[in-house]
């Protein structure tokens, strides 16, 4: 194959990551940039938009830039504790600019799938906030917060205020039938005091309780990225994420491609050792990254090269080196071909872990920048 038709497959291959492209998804090139490519970028919020109350440094600039060349934003987020107008507010508080429209959230996904299992007007009960009883109601359905008003359908959402009332209330209704929704199933959440229990841990009583599975809308299940390619009117479109096991995952589920920025929490060693459901189409530093090109690693000399780097597999390690003549060797192009030499020879499998051996000094800075273990 030549380094064309390389880049030609390439493109090919990054508008449907299933097509696949030598299985080097992550190391995808796209010749044109991405806000040309695509017509909607779908934003994780949290490791994408801000990290904690922080903004992620250059984000407002960089979607301000993102809309100027015409593609649209549409902010996903699997919290069901905030109302879209709330999220809209929080994103205005670190300098983005939003209106209720631009954001999609789980409780809003739920709402609709339950919508979609049970009679108009039929009794729901509550286990969450205000925002996810507002979504019910938008839906025409009846909230209720217990479970003697035999709702048909019990919706589940992170909310600080829910207690094990509301745990025993859900367990009653589900056991009695009730079709059992719940906005996402992450086990815990970030917080200034360090972790906590997400609403997945919630979710946990009530399943033990019940011995019932319930229907899961959030990230990385499909109907929150349905959801937000409905109210969006997406008809390419990208999604942007800091984790693997959300929002790749998910938008690999979708046959949607992917963006992992490295701004959350995600990093390069991660990166290397995941399996192909988990690994982006696309990699950059930060939500910037949709303004450009990405460069395409070609297969070379029993290895793989990008603009200078040559990364191979050797014994049980990746090896990686620095042929370019560039002043500032790029970071994540080094990373780029660790990938495609990771992805396709397998390194990761069953080690617990990809090794790096660096040859020389620019590639022992990108290995040490990208603190990746030799
Ligand atoms: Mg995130």
Known sequence: MTPEESNGSSQDASADPRSGDDGVNGANGAARPLVERF????????????????PVPGVADAITAVRRRGMRVTFVTNNASRSPADVAKLLGSVGV????????????????????????????LIVGGDALRDEVEAFGLTPVHSADDHPAGVIQGYHPSVGYRDLAEATVAVRAGAVWIVTNGDLTIPSARGILPGNGALVQVVRTATGTPPVVTGKPEPALHQESVRRSGARRPIVVG??????????????CPSLLVLSGVTTPSELLAADAGHRPTYLAENVSGLLH???????????????????????DALTLSW???????????ALRVLCAASWTTGSADGRGGVRV????????AATESLQLRS
Do not use: K
């Open 293 to 315: 090109a990405h460069r395409h690693p070609d297969r070379r000399d029993g290895g793989w090269r990008l603009c200078g780097w040559f990364a191979a597999e050797e014994d």
């Open 97 to 124: 600019d939003a209106v209720a429209a631009d954001v999609v959230t789980a409780a809003q996904a739920g709402a609709r799938v339950l919508a979609e299992r049970i009679p108009r007007g039929a009794a729901v």
């Open 323 to 333: 042929h370019g003549t560039a002043a500032q060797p790029d970071r994540l192009d």
């Open 39 to 54: 017509d909607v970028a779908l934003l994780d919020l949290d490791g994408v938009v801000y990290v904690g109350t922080d």
């Open 357 to 364: 051996r660096a040859s020389g000094d620019d590639a022992t």
């Open 242 to 255: 800091d984790r693997l096991d959300t929002d790749i995952e998910g938008a690999a589920r979708a046959g």
